[in-house]
């Protein structure tokens, strides 16, 4: 099964099968704690069918830049302690705590994620899925993360996407291309202009 078909599976159809071994889940977690940081081209598709673009910088622990293609007015930034959803188009900003997003588990390297995750089995043994989430808080979401064996990325895997599903059950499915790990990112590439304080100078 290639990435592309099981990104498109529904949400169910990858958790309803059992856990595989533990040494794929250990795995995940190696690479997670071998990754500093990593520059991708993204591509985003919502629940509706709508396509953005744009390029991901990953720099952990806590930081992450969604700068989306030309003409998007949103911008998502992490900037080491709050996920910040910025719309410029009419001034708003939302903030989470870090952890309680389902990109923690991307975002915090020190977590043990064999207490919040399990590896989804797939038909195609290049292709390892671990599905993320805290029972505690249903609210934060889920998301499943897709791993493809690369002997040259770090500890083995290479991240290629996420499908992660919120409390309201909107499903986004992100799908990386790209992916350079471990190369330097200035910290001010996680500084951002605030879109309230923006629409009220106009």
């Given amino acids: 099964m290639t990435f592309r078909a099981l990104a498109l599976l529904p949400l169910p159809a990858l958790i309803a099968v059992a856990p595989a ?14 990754v500093e ?3 991708a081209t993204f591509t985003q598709t919502d629940r509706n069918g709508k396509v953005l673009t744009g ?24 900037d080491g302690k709050s996920l910040w959803f910025l719309d410029y188009s009419v001034g708003q900003k939302q903030r989470w ?6 990109l923690g588990v991307l975002l915090d390297p020190s977590k043990d994620i064999g207490r ?18 805290d029972p505690k808080h249903p609210e934060y979401g889920r998301i499943t993360l897709i791993f493809e064996k690369m002997a040259s990325a770090p500890a083995g895997l290479q991240l290629r996407g996420w499908v992660a599903l919120d409390a309201q059950n909107n499903r986004t499915t992100i799908r990386l291309s790209g992916q350079r790990f471990n190369v330097p990112i200035s910290d001010g590439t996680f500084r951002f202009n605030d879109p309230v304080r923006a629409t009220t100078r106009k």
Avoid: C, W
């Fill in 37 to 39: 940081s990593m520059t």
């Fill in 21 to 34: 071994a533990s040494s794929e889940l250990s795995q995940v977690q190696a690479h997670l704690s071998a």
């Fill in 116 to 133: 919040y995750a399990k590896v989804v089995p797939t038909a195609d043994p290049a292709i390892v899925s671990v599905e993320a989430n």
């Fill in 97 to 102: 705590p870090i952890g309680g997003s389902p």
């Fill in 55 to 78: 390029t991901l910088s990953l720099k952990r622990p806590g930081k992450v830049r969604f700068q989306y293609e030309k003409g998007v007015p949103i911008l998502i930034v992490a």
